[in-house]
């Protein structure tokens, strides 16, 4: 693991150094339109071993694999005419499917974990793009945050969670999105959204021209337990109340539309929810301080995006931690077996 590291703006230089980085199996962490990713060469274990290790993730919850155009995806994983006419739509973009995995694919089996399935996506920025086609490789990344953590949306933030367990943040400003990709998954006969994001549903079944299935919980679909379908997930250190018409004494209020006070933090004076998605995260971050007894929310319409802003701070929120514990990929007796071993020197 890293012992500094280093953040740098996205040139010529910083690009091929982040290229030779990940080349050689090391993490560098970059900004996309939706949060900051924390990137491995796919095709490598020890690569994708690293990403567990570094966010304290476990083993058995896969990861997005990032492509810069559809047909290098295409060789990994079996798009339908489903997939291809949402690929067409919103690719490159805030859209992630979980399509089966070809036999021949190269990519590790960590990024799977175990299951048969692949989630892809080609990320809608320019230098998550240039750092993918210059590396040559599908990049695996996950959320630049430790694991259950508030996602980056800054390269500061990614600092903040894994300064010294990444050696490079490339630093290209604040996501544009700022909350995470829509995952639908296309294995099976019915479109489903395990994750709502940055793409609507809406917007989703208008393409499809069908009605989406919505998975639940303990939904069998669903890889036990995905870290975004976790009761408790996005989670600051604070306590949050949600749907909180002003603070009680001691709580920071966190508002919505042009009613909130005016010494609160807004997410969108205009209730505009592509910029109170853009500004969840930081906002939540920026309240996670000492003196904060806990963090009151405004109600969030339950349309269009507002659905993905409700489903991160429901989650915050939820003050149980039911995340079981990590299996031990070397005891056969507990939990599923990973697809291969860590190598060593790892966790
Ligand atoms: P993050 O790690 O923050 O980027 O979140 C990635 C999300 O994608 C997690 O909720 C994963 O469980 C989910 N995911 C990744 N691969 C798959 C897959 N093959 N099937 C279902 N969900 C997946
Ligand atoms: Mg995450």
Same mark, same amino acid.
């Given at each position: 693991?890293?012992?500094?590291?280093?953040?740098?703006?996205?040139?010529?230089?910083?690009?091929?150094?982040?290229?030779?980085?990940?080349?050689?199996?090391?993490?560098?962490?970059?900004?996309?339109?939706?949060?900051?990713?924390?990137?491995?060469?796919?095709?490598?274990?020890?690569?994708?071993?690293?990403?567990?290790?570094?966010?304290?993730?476990?083993?058995?919850?896969?990861?997005?694999?990032?492509?810069?155009?559809?047909?290098?995806?295409?060789?990994?994983?079996?798009?339908?005419?489903?997939?291809?006419?949402?690929?067409?739509?919103?690719?490159?973009?805030?859209?992630?499917?979980?399509?089966?995995?070809?036999?021949?694919?190269?990519?590790?089996?960590?990024?799977?974990?175990?299951?048969?399935?692949?989630?892809?996506?080609?990320?809608?920025?320019?230098?998550?793009?240039?750092?993918?086609?210059?590396?040559?490789?599908?990049?695996?990344?996950?959320?630049?945050?430790?694991?259950?953590?508030?996602?980056?949306?800054?390269?500061?933030?990614?600092?903040?969670?894994?300064?010294?367990?990444?050696?490079?943040?490339?630093?290209?400003?604040?996501?544009?999105?700022?909350?995470?990709?829509?995952?639908?998954?296309?294995?099976?006969?019915?479109?489903?959204?395990?994750?709502?994001?940055?793409?609507?549903?809406?917007?989703?079944?208008?393409?499809?021209?069908?009605?989406?299935?919505?998975?639940?919980?303990?939904?069998?679909?669903?890889?036990?337990?995905?870290?975004?379908?976790?009761?408790?997930?996005?989670?600051?250190?604070?306590?949050?109340?949600?749907?909180?018409?002003?603070?009680?004494?001691?709580?920071?209020?966190?508002?919505?539309?042009?009613?909130?006070?005016?010494?609160?933090?807004?997410?969108?004076?205009?209730?505009?929810?592509?910029?109170?998605?853009? =500004?969840?995260?930081?906002?939540?971050?920026?309240?996670?301080?000492?003196?904060?007894?806990?963090?009151?929310?405004?109600?969030?319409?339950?349309?269009?995006?507002?659905?993905?802003? =409700?489903?991160?701070?429901?989650?915050?929120?939820?003050?149980?931690?039911?995340?079981?514990?990590?299996?031990?990929?070397?005891?056969?007796?507990?939990?599923?077996?990973?697809?291969?071993?860590?190598?060593?020197?790892?966790?």
């Amino acid at each position: 693991m890293s012992e500094a590291t280093t953040i740098a703006r996205p040139t010529t230089a910083t690009l091929a150094e982040a290229c030779r980085l990940l080349r050689s199996g090391t993490l560098v962490a970059f900004p996309t339109e939706t949060v900051y990713g924390l990137g491995a060469d796919a095709t490598s274990d020890a690569a994708v071993a690293r990403i567990f290790a570094a966010k304290e993730r476990p083993r058995f919850n896969p990861l997005i694999v990032h492509f810069a155009t559809v047909a290098d995806a295409e060789a990994e994983v079996e798009l339908d005419a489903r997939a291809r006419m949402l690929a067409e739509a919103f690719w490159p973009g805030p859209l992630t499917l979980v399509l089966k995995r070809r036999p021949s694919s190269r990519l590790s089996l960590l990024v799977s974990a175990g299951l048969d399935t692949v989630a892809i996506r080609a990320p809608d920025h320019t230098v998550a793009q240039a750092l993918i086609r210059a590396a040559g490789v599908p990049i695996a990344a996950p959320s630049a945050n430790r694991f259950g953590h508030v996602s980056p949306t800054t390269a500061a933030h990614v600092a903040d969670s894994l300064g010294g367990r990444v050696e490079l943040i490339l630093d290209g400003g604040p996501c544009r999105c700022g909350i995470e990709s829509t995952i639908l998954d296309l294995s099976g006969a019915e479109a489903t959204v395990l994750r709502p994001g940055a793409v609507t549903a809406e917007a989703l079944a208008n393409v499809l021209g069908v009605t989406l299935g919505s998975a639940r919980a303990n939904d069998p679909r669903l890889p036990p337990p995905a870290p975004g379908m976790l009761r408790r997930h996005y989670a600051p250190g604070r306590p949050l109340r949600l749907n909180a018409s002003a603070a009680l004494p001691g709580e920071a209020l966190i508002g919505f539309g042009p009613e909130a006070p005016a010494d609160c933090l807004n997410l969108s004076r205009p209730s505009d929810l592509e910029e109170a998605a853009a =500004n969840l995260f930081a906002t939540l971050r920026a309240l996670d301080r000492p003196e904060v007894a806990a963090i009151a929310v405004m109600p969030i319409p339950e349309q269009g995006l507002g659905r993905a802003i =409700n489903d991160r701070l429901t989650r915050a929120a939820a003050t149980d931690e039911p995340v079981p514990p990590d299996p031990d990929p070397f005891d056969h007796d507990r939990g599923p077996a990973l697809p291969c071993a860590l190598p060593d020197g790892l966790e």
